[in-house]
């Protein structure tokens, strides 16, 4: 189901009714709060260090799901079969890399053109493909970002520092448990015989949800926000 904003620029699409099998974030679920009242009975008792766990943590967020994604968006810049076959079935297309799993089972790519910019978002909780972009960081999973990116995603895009052309097109896509979805960015202008090694250090994480573009290559290795 596609629905227009009161942007006339912006779209929002809901393949299935937004019925999830799991908890909203907020509040958190018993499993968040067991979750949570274990990690403190491990670090009283000395079993285990805080800074331990953040690092476990900020590798997932930031290092080994993002990974995956940017090996995926470099393969589609370079090879243009694989990126046919992404768009048709990016499923498919992705466990063809080795990448599947939990929280990715139902992919779809949404491609960004010269006139059409697509952002993601889970306006009911946190929904997110795992297998290419790791854990979701907070600030998607917060409730300003869940209503703006539908209600004003221009202004979202800014304040990450995203500008685009007035005239551009936002189209918002909604995940959902059944189906999530990952921006393929344009590629960088200046790119055109770069490998696909290194290409992947110009995908970031938010390049993949959208609320910012492809690094271009004087920000190679840079990290996200």
Known sequence: RKESSAASDVYKRQPHDHHHNHEHTEPPSDLELRVKALESLLVEKGLVKTETLNAIIETYEHKVGPRNGAHVVAKAWTDPGFKQALIKDATEAVASLGYCGRQGEHLEVVENTNDTHNLVVCTLCSCYPWTVLGLPPAWYKSAPYRS??????????????????????????????????????????????????????LVSRNSMIGVELARSPEQKGEGDK
């Open 148 to 201: 703006r990116a539908v209600s004003d995603p221009r202004a979202v895009l800014k304040e990450f520092g995203t500008q685009l052309d007035e005239k551009s097109v936002i189209r918002v896509w909604d995940s959902t448990s059944e189906m999530r979805y990952l921006v393929l960015p344009q590629r960088p202008q200046g790119t055109e015989n770069w490998s696909e090694q290194d290409l992947q250090q």
